[in-house]
């Protein structure tokens, strides 16, 4: 059974350009949540997809966006790249929306210059 | 708001030794918690899971505990090996967060030969 793939691995943007992540979550998995993690802050909660409505966000600024597909494939979008948005985004997949596994990818490490 | 904590950045064992990591969380209203396992260059990865129903879970050399008196768990690796050396976070959901997992901010564990 395939595991969580996020495209790219890795990406160099230059500041204030826009990125788009790309996720897929394991097959039947219908929620895809999405993390930032910098060595400062720690893994935080971007925001979460299921049944391709946005059903929670973080505390992010609009710059971050996301969506997510009929077939629970979900992307994730940020405009007006920042220093500070240098990262690991990862991508976490579930079956459902309460009290479930969640299964992570392997991350796109995104890099602003 | 919820919060969740580990309670030390480096944790050094022995080979063969069993490895206690602690995590303290704030809500009281949490639902359900996950232990992931990081290791460099790679994302979180699943270990053992508990909801709020149970006092402790075990796997493959890991045992699980959860104290909702003193709103604290432990993950407990038996006879840890080079392998097991990694950084180790607590995850929870709360009640009304859907999918939103809320990380400690993990503790390093270093596997002595």
């Known amino acids: 059974k395939a595991g969580v793939t996020q495209t790219p691995r890795y990406l160099i943007k230059t500041r204030g350009q826009q990125v788009t992540l790309s996720c897929s979550p394991i097959?039947?998995?219908?929620?895809v949540s999405w993390y930032q993690q910098t060595p400062g802050q720690g893994l935080q909660f971007l925001f979460e997809?299921?049944?391709?409505?946005?059903?929670n966000k973080g505390n992010f600024p609009g710059r971050f966006s996301g969506r997510q597909f009929s077939n629970s494939r979900s992307e994730m979008n940020v405009s007006t790249l920042e220093l500070g948005d240098s990262a690991l985004y990862l991508c976490?997949?579930?079956?459902?929306?309460?009290?479930?596994?969640?299964?992570f990818g392997q991350g796109t490490r995104l890099t602003v210059v | 708001g919820e919060s969740v904590g580990l309670h030390l950045p480096t944790l050094s064992v022995q080979e063969g030794d069993n490895s206690i990591i602690n995590c303290a969380y704030s809500?009281?209203?949490?639902?359900?918690f996950i232990w992931y396992k990081q290791e460099s260059g790679k994302g979180p990865q699943f270990i053992i899971d508990?909801?709020?129903?149970?006092d402790k879970r075990q796997g493959q050399r890991v045992t699980v505990l959860l104290n909702k008196t003193v709103k604290h768990l432990s993950l407990q690796i038996a006879a840890t090996q080079p392998g097991d050396s990694a950084v180790y976070f607590c995850?929870?959901?709360?009640?009304?967060?859907?999918?939103?997992?809320?990380f400690g901010t993990g503790t390093q564990l270093k596997v002595e030969l």
């Open positions: 976490a997949s579930s079956k459902d929306r309460v009290n479930t596994e969640a299964f």
């Open positions: 097959s039947g998995h219908r929620s």
């Open positions: 997809y299921f049944s391709e409505t946005q059903r």
């Open positions: 809500n009281s209203a949490s639902d359900y």
């Open positions: 508990i909801r709020s129903n149970m």
């Open positions: 995850a929870g959901t709360f009640t009304g967060g859907g999918n939103k997992l809320t």
